[in-house]
């Protein structure tokens, strides 16, 4: 048997009072297992104390940084509605500017306020009769299935439940359709372009002004011929001005002749394309050269008396695929 023991003697700094405790080395050994299991205890209940204050901060950045990312999607989501309704903007937008450019005025008022008509073959919706529909109380239950929504938590960054399939692969899908139609809708806004451009195109290329300032002399039919006597057809109009006046272009072009002619005198002729022309005849001054563009209102010659002219005039004729017209038709400032 042990019998080893250990002495403390405990001295009270006050009284001076000395006390002895006596330990057998059993109850000290007893006494420090004691104390070390404490101190383990201790020790592990600080570092799972430690662990929970790390995972508490953790969790309080993942909040954070949670409602962060539902903020962003809600905005992505609101950005990508956005798009979707500009993009169906733009193909209303679209249909209609075809209407408007590409049918006649019936068709076109008819289309943007009936809309289009069925095929002879294609079943139209019809509404259902009064006494086919169902009563009020089995519609009112029937609407109740959709009416009841969980509402909105904002404070914890949720989405409504009518916001439910708006999550991450579905925004995505919406995105790649509205790149999609994007690339759709601008392939057809370059078609629309293009035929706005050859209709503008068209529309620059019309004579549609006086060529030269003054009165009108003789105007485009049969009448006397001054020269013969004879009814003869008068191609053109005649516009009485000082000579020297200028002529102008009526409308875009390429010079296609520009020199004298035995009847005409000094003429110009300018093809504008589409299957239009002019002519300028008895010139006194030719200012522009074969093959040269020209554009609306350019100046390309003088008012003069050559050739075949009982008086200093200017000779505009109009011509739709090599011929006549009346040029009046083509002035809108007369």
Request: proline letters at 4%.
């Amino acid at each position: 048997m042990d019998k080893k023991k250990v002495t403390f003697f405990i001295v009270n700094n006050q009284t001076g009072k000395t006390r002895k405790v006596v330990l057998s080395s059993s109850w000290l050994k007893a006494l420090s297992f004691i104390m070390a299991i404490l101190i383990v205890i201790f020790a592990a209940g600080f570092v799972d104390y430690f662990g929970l204050l790390l995972q508490a901060m953790e969790n309080k950045r993942l909040k954070a940084e949670n409602a962060q990312l539902n903020k962003q999607f809600q905005m992505v989501e609101s950005k990508v509605s956005a798009l979707e309704n500009s993009l169906e903007r733009v193909k209303t937008f679209t249909t209609k500017l075809k209407l408007i450019t590409n049918v006649d005025a019936e068709d076109r008022i008819t289309k943007l306020t009936m809309g289009p008509k069925p095929a002879a073959n294609q079943q139209v919706e019809e509404y259902e009769p009064m006494e086919q529909r169902q009563d009020t109380a089995t519609m009112t239950k029937q609407d109740q299935v959709y009416a009841n929504k969980k509402p909105l938590d904002e404070q914890k960054g949720e989405l409504a439940d009518e916001d439910a399939g708006k999550d991450y692969a579905s925004i995505v899908v919406r995105i790649d359709k509205a790149v999609k139609e994007t690339q759709l809708k601008e392939q057809s806004v370059i078609d629309l372009w293009e035929s706005l451009s050859e209709r503008q195109s068209l529309l620059n290329a019309t004579p549609n002004v006086k060529p030269a300032r003054g009165w009108i002399t003789s105007r485009f039919g049969y009448r006397t011929s001054p020269f013969s006597g004879k009814t003869a057809l008068h191609a053109g109009l005649d516009i009485a001005a000082a000579p020297g006046s200028p002529v102008y272009a009526p409308a875009d072009g390429v010079v296609a002749f520009a020199s004298y002619d035995e009847s005409y005198g000094k003429l110009i002729s300018v093809d504008h394309g589409f299957g239009v022309s002019t002519r300028f005849g008895h010139l006194s001054q030719i200012y522009v050269q074969v093959g040269q563009r020209i554009n609306k209102w350019d100046v390309i010659g003088a008012v003069g008396n050559t050739g075949r002219s009982t008086g200093p005039h200017l000779h505009y004729e109009v011509r739709i695929n090599g011929t006549p017209v009346d040029p009046i038709n083509y002035i809108l400032d007369e």
